[in-house]
């Protein structure tokens, strides 16, 4: 490689495998900043992936956590929520996108929780897979969870 050709994404994440977890997180704090859903991030100092906590409740009142854990492996065993999938279409021929992957798990009982449902999901953007998740989750097991939301005041 000479310095006048482009660094391609799998170059740099090669060159730097924690700014791909970086960028990776970015995206996904900043689809969480755009709604009123509780979710907590967790990440110690010198950790290799991200974990979210979602907050719900279901039909009785009682509260019940979502965990959600990319799924993908970057180089250096960074995990990262995107990959590229090839999508083919029947008359347009085939085109690359980018999509989220996690594992889900559900608990009662926060971090101490043994993981009583998980799954792996993939959907378009991580709030797409959020909902995917609720909808897995009732329909594994009849129950609707609902999200606690944010409350913000108006000055």
Do not use: C
């Not at 391609?8 to 990776?24: E, G, K």
């Not at 990440?43 to 990319?70: H, Q």
């Not at 449902?117 to 009849?142: N, P």
């Amino acid at each position: 490689m000479n310095a006048k050709e482009p660094l391609t994404a799998l170059q740099a994440s090669y060159r730097a495998p924690h700014a791909a977890r970086i960028f990776s997180d970015a995206v996904i704090d900043q689809e969480i900043n755009n709604t009123d859903l509780l979710i907590s991030k967790f990440a110690a100092e010198r950790s290799t992936s991200t974990i979210y906590k979602m907050s719900l409740t279901n039909t009785a009142g009682e509260r019940i956590d979502a965990f959600f854990m990319p799924v993908n492996l970057s180089f250096g065993g960074y995990g990262i929520w995107h990959t590229s999938r090839e999508i083919r279409g029947i008359h347009n021929g085939s085109k690359v996108v980018s999509v989220v992957r996690a594992t889900v798990w559900f608990g009662s009982d926060g971090f101490k929780s043994k993981h009583d449902i998980q799954f792996t999901l993939e959907s378009r953007d991580f709030l797409t897979l959020v909902k995917h998740a609720l909808a897995t989750y009732a329909e594994l097991t009849g129950v609707q969870l609902t999200p606690r939301t944010i409350t913000r005041r108006a000055a």
